[in-house]
């Protein structure tokens, strides 16, 4: 079975007919679901597959898990730090992004931490689907070439921001191939 990590943003909570399909074919093909414990994506994403009663889920938190609405198993990620900062929750991410095979993002075009799984994904090679949410519609990006032409699609000045914001609080970390501004 294909382990899928789906991130989210905050703001793309409410799963439209395009999402929720995309959905449903990974229950069709019976994908392995590795998915955050936040709410706003990752909770709906969460109560999409609890609706189904899809058992294939995992769910991964950085303590007790905030958001674990179909009861399934979890895995838990060694915490980077006493304080629970981007940092903190990004070790979540990249834990999922890690062992997932591929990785799905719904991305508002602003949020930081889907652009950093974004870019893990990327740059550790693996196909990632992209739904932008001002275009409502999903993006496959597998090379550093289709993400230079994804950017194209951003807003500039957003990213721009999310970038730098990702530099600064992950200076150790950062993605290995960032967009151009």
């Known amino acids: 079975m294909t382990s899928v990590f789906i991130g989210g943003s905050r703001a793309v909570s409410r799963l439209n007919k395009v999402i929720l399909a995309k959905l ?16 706003g994506a990752d909770k709906a994403v969460q109560q999409h597959f609890a ?3 899809y058992e294939h889920v995992i769910v991964y938190c950085m303590d007790a898990c905030r958001n674990n609405i179909g009861n399934w198993p979890t ?16 070790a979540k991410d990249h834990a999922m992004a890690q062992d997932a095979k591929c990785g799905i993002m719904l991305w508002d075009g602003k949020s930081k931490g889907t652009l950093n799984n974004i870019q893990q994904l990327i ?5 990632t689907l992209v739904y932008l949410a001002p275009e409502k519609a999903f993006h496959k990006i597998v090379t550093a070439h289709e993400l230079d032409a994804f950017w194209l699609r951003c807003d500039p000045n957003a990213v721009h921001r999310a970038q730098q914001e990702i530099s600064t609080k992950l200076p150790a970390r950062l993605p290995l191939h960032a967009p151009q501004t």
């Open 24 to 39: 449903d074919d990974l229950i069709e093909r019976q994908c392995i679901i590795f998915v955050g414990d936040a709410n």
């Open 75 to 90: 895995r838990n990620v060694s915490k980077p730090g006493a304080r629970k900062d981007f940092a903190y929750y990004a």
């Open 123 to 127: 740059a550790t090679g693996k196909k």
């Open 51 to 53: 609706n189904r009663k």
